[in-house]
């Protein structure tokens, strides 16, 4: 006994702090998915307080993962884990079996792990099962749980450092950017590629049917048996018969478009060449007299600088407070895209063609070259 609950001790604490890492990684991806599940539910009142809830999540998943491991409050970090995991079970249930009114999956992953390593929602609700059934095993044997450091102090620090480390990687991440960047936008990656379908695409198969009405009653064809011109049209039902494969591409609705709402990806980013993109998803709490202002106003004196926004409105006030940067070129994206392209607010870019070359936060801009 003493043995299996070491080890599901060992297994359910180094898989939560697996966890909290690779989300602590990037705590506004897990924001950002919260979000997704609250307009699902219809709780978008809630989205002021994500990013918080993130980083709390993260941050109580490493903590308990290490009071696991050492034994420290058995009683307690059990039935909190407990009560977390059914909730999880819960929440990757619900994404496994919601649909769209189209038959599609409201949700391609929960974000347990991230963008780093992205489970389906059946493969996340598989592992909540089965960690469902490990935290069960634990929280009913808690008491036979002996402290790996038998000095109380040893295991506060050990969890006062967990607590330090937790909080202060996530302010790190946050104010700068990921440390390990798992996004289709990281260093190194071709934006223009990134946009096209794979070549090995499969796409998804659809059966339909038409409703037409005749006489005061309606009916459902076929495509391949509609019937004739006596018949009003009145709807178009389709189902899912046949999930695709690969068939989306890794950037999607990444389209630049000038303030007439012209599209000019292609010109902006197959231009030959060295270029910076500045992503600023809004101007809440941006400040003209912010040290980064001045910073892009000296790179755009000698470098093509394109700011990519959102708000162009807001964007041309702010900007208009900079001389060097009124000039530059305004571009207008989909604010989520950009949201998945720019980590921070604001983000630099710099470009060789279509390449991502290098990425900066605000706070890393005086390292721009």
Not at 124 to 143: C, E, R, T, Y
Not at 252 to 276: P, R
Not at 323 to 345: E, F, G, N
């Amino acid at each position: 006994m003493n043995k299996s609950l070491t080890v599901a001790r060992w297994f359910v604490g180094l898989l939560f702090i697996f966890s909290g890492l690779v989300k602590a990684n990037d705590p506004l991806g897990l924001s950002y998915k919260m979000q997704e599940f609250f307009e699902a539910w219809n709780l978008t009142g809630f989205h002021d307080y994500t990013l918080a809830l993130s980083v709390l999540m993260n941050a109580f998943e490493i903590i308990a993962g290490v009071a696991v491991i050492i034994g420290w409050r058995m009683r307690l970090f059990s039935w909190l884990l407990l009560l977390l995991i059914i909730f999880f079970t819960f929440l990757t249930g619900y994404a496994w079996l919601a649909k769209n009114p189209d038959g599609m999956p409201k949700f391609a992953s929960c974000g347990c792990f991230g963008d780093c390593l992205p489970l389906t929602p059946v493969q996340s609700f598989l592992k909540d099962l089965l960690l469902l059934v490990l935290i069960a095993f634990i929280f009913f044997n808690s008491s036979k749980v002996k402290s790996l450091f038998k000095t109380a102090w040893l295991n506060v620090l050990k969890i006062a450092a967990a607590v330090v480390f937790a909080f202060g990687l996530q302010w790190y991440t946050l104010k700068h950017l990921p440390i390990v960047d798992c996004l289709p936008f990281k260093k190194g990656n071709n934006i223009v590629e990134l946009r096209k379908l794979p070549a090995d695409a499969i796409p998804d198969k659809y059966e339909y049917q038409f409703i037409y009405e005749k006489d005061g009653k309606q009916q459902a064809f076929a495509m391949t048996n509609l019937p004739d011109s006596t018949w009003k049209f009145i709807d178009r039902k389709q189902t899912l018969v046949a999930k695709g494969k690969n068939n989306e591409p890794k950037i999607k609705d990444f389209d630049l478009k000038n303030i007439d709402g012209v599209d000019v990806s292609s010109e902006v980013l197959e231009q030959k060449g060295a270029y910076y993109l500045l992503f600023i998803q809004h101007f809440n709490q941006l400040k003209t007299s912010d040290a980064w202002v001045k910073q892009m106003s000296n790179l755009a004196k000698k470098n093509k600088l394109i700011v990519i926004t959102s708000v162009p409105d807001e964007a041309k006030d702010f900007l208009a407070a900079d001389v060097i940067l009124s000039q530059m070129q305004l571009l207008v994206c989909d604010v989520t895209a950009i949201k998945t392209a720019a980590r921070a607010i604001p983000t630099l870019y710099k470009m060789k063609g279509a390449v991502v070359e290098a990425k900066w936060s605000a706070a890393d801009f005086a390292k721009v070259k």
